[in-house]
């Protein structure tokens, strides 16, 4: 089955600049997706269709794509970035919905 | 903005079937903007896609749950239901609704309910 892989952890201290990538071999042709999620929270939906950002959404939160890896940034990282982050995407001519395992930012 | 909220047992017995059921509010779940989302976590664990269900009844499952799962709408009271079959300790999980947006075949999810836990056990 289709996989798309997430390191476990990061970590950064406040201010920095956090990066958390996503890789499929499937990302050069189907959109991908971010969620975060805190501790008991439902997964809220950060990056859409690569690098659209929800309304409400701050503006440190962004992405980028090149070749089979996506990758979440986030600017300028503040306490309550600490969180769960998981990336979505789909399989080509497959499934159409896929999640990463997810990654654990740790703000330091 | 809408709001979903699952409810259903918190506890299913292994062999059994789990149900539950999503209520849409302050939006109309009969839209063809939109699809209907079962999307469920093992505790401590990743997320995992159960399936869509459209308005009109047409679904889309993921290939591992697909001979254990239906998923329907009932319009009239502005639901959609889950009900999964012959479960067992690994179908434990925090079950997630949500409203799903269709782009070019796939689909993310951009409203969440709060989520409920099931748990399998005698």
């Known amino acids: 089955s289709y996989e798309l892989t997430q390191p476990p952890s990061v970590s950064v201290s406040p201010g920095q600049t956090a990066r958390i990538t996503c890789s499929g071999d499937a990302l050069p042709k189907q959109f991908a997706y971010w969620y975060q999620q805190k501790p008991g929270q439902a997964p809220v939906l950060v990056i859409y269709k690569d690098t659209e950002r929800p309304s409400g959404v701050p503006e440190r939160f962004s992405a980028s794509s090149s070749g089979t890896t996506v990758t979440l940034t986030i600017s300028g990282v503040q306490a309550e970035d600490e969180a769960a982050y998981f990336c979505q995407s789909a399989e080509n001519s497959g499934t159409p919905v896929v999640f990463g395992g997810g990654t654990m930012l740790t703000v330091l | 903005q809408v709001q979903l909220q699952e409810s259903g047992p918190g506890r299913v017995k292994p062999s059994e079937t789990l149900s539950l059921t999503c209520t849409v509010s302050r939006g109309s779940i009969k839209t063809s903007s939109f699809y209907w989302g079962w999307i469920r976590q093992p505790p401590g664990k990743g997320l995992e896609w159960v399936g869509n269900?459209?308005?009109?009844?047409?679904?889309y499952y993921t290939p591992s749950l697909r001979s254990r799962v239906a998923m329907s709408v009932d319009t009239s009271k502005n639901q959609f239901s889950l009900k999964l079959t012959s479960v067992t300790a690994a179908d434990t999980a925090v079950y997630y609704c949500?409203?799903?947006?269709?782009?070019?075949?796939?689909?993310?999810?951009?409203?969440w309910g709060q989520g409920a836990l099931v748990t399998i056990s005698s």
């Open positions: 949500a409203r799903g947006i269709a782009v070019a075949g796939d689909y993310f999810f951009d409203h």
């Open positions: 269900v459209f308005y009109t009844g047409t679904t």
